[in-house]
């Protein structure tokens, strides 16, 4: 855990409500900010600032992420209309908290490409 990472306080419980869904390796819960009906984030538990900070022994984890953003899609009734995962990275990227996070984005037609 980063001390000031807010991401970080978030998967420990620290602030934020329940999750939308937690286990041992990944924390989803809802934007604050939502830019579509449904926006949710899934981080993992662990700390990695961004996909640039992954590595090799991370493979698992970040599969594991984008399969639980797809149960997740299907547990909202997203998954047959459709979605968006997004992983904003570094400063051309978007990224504006640095704990990796996927954005998982749905509920309206998305536009292409992306601003
Ligand atoms: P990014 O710009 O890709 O780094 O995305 C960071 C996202 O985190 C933004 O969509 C913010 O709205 C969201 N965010 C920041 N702080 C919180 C928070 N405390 N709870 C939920 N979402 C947050």
Partial sequence: MSQDCIFCK???????G???FQDEHVTAFRDVNPQAPLHVLLIPNK??????EA???DQALLGHLMLTAVKLAQAEG???GGYRLVANTGPNGGQSVFHLHLHLLAGRRLTWPPG
């Fill in 10 to 16: 978030i998967a420990a419980g620290q602030i934020g």
């Fill in 18 to 20: 329940p999750p939308l």
């Fill in 47 to 52: 700390h990695i600032v961004s996909l640039n």
């Fill in 55 to 57: 590595n090799a022994e």
């Fill in 78 to 80: 997203v998954a047959n």
